[in-house]
C-alpha cells in the first residue's frame, strides 16, 4: 500500500523559508517521477515543481528561482525548499506520485504579509 506523508507546512511571513518533507513508503522510490502541487483556496490544484523518471527538475514559472525540489533515495523522500515566500504562496501543498496516482494528504502553508 502506497502511502505519501507531507510535513514541514506552517506559518511564517512574507521573505521567509520553509522546507516540505514527503516521506514515501510502499513503492519503488528510486527513479520514480515525483511532484509537488498546491492548491489555493477557491483555485484548482496546480503542479508547482517535479522531477521526471528521467531525473530531470521542472518548475512552474511562479516558482521558479525560488522554491527547489530534491530527493533523498536513502530515506524515500522528496523535498521542496520554499525561500523568498510571497503571500500568493498561501496554499496546501500536495505530494504525488504518477502511474499509478497517489497523493498525499497536503500540508498548509501560509504567508503572512
Known amino acids: 500500500q502506497v502511502q505519501l506523508v507531507e510535513s514541514g507546512g506552517g506559518l511564517v511571513q512574507a521573505g521567509g523559508s520553509l522546507r516540505l518533507s514527503c516521506a514515501a513508503s510502499?513503492?519503488?522510490?528510486?527513479?520514480?517521477?515525483m511532484g509537488w502541487y498546491r492548491q489555493a483556496p477557491g483555485k484548482q490544484r496546480e503542479l508547482i515543481a517535479m522531477?521526471?523518471?528521467?531525473?530531470?527538475?521542472l518548475y512552474d514559472d511562479s516558482v521558479k528561482g525560488r522554491f527547489t525540489i530534491s530527493r533523498d533515495n536513502a530515506k524515500n523522500t522528496v523535498y521542496l525548499q520554499l525561500d523568498s515566500l510571497k503571500p500568493e504562496d498561501t496554499a496546501a501543498y500536495y505530494c504525488h506520485t504518477y502511474n499509478p496516482d497517489y497523493w498525499g494528504q497536503g500540508t498548509q502553508v501560509t504567508v503572512s504579509s
Open positions: 510502499g513503492m519503488i522510490f528510486s527513479g520514480k517521477a
Open positions: 522531477f521526471t523518471n528521467s531525473g530531470k527538475t
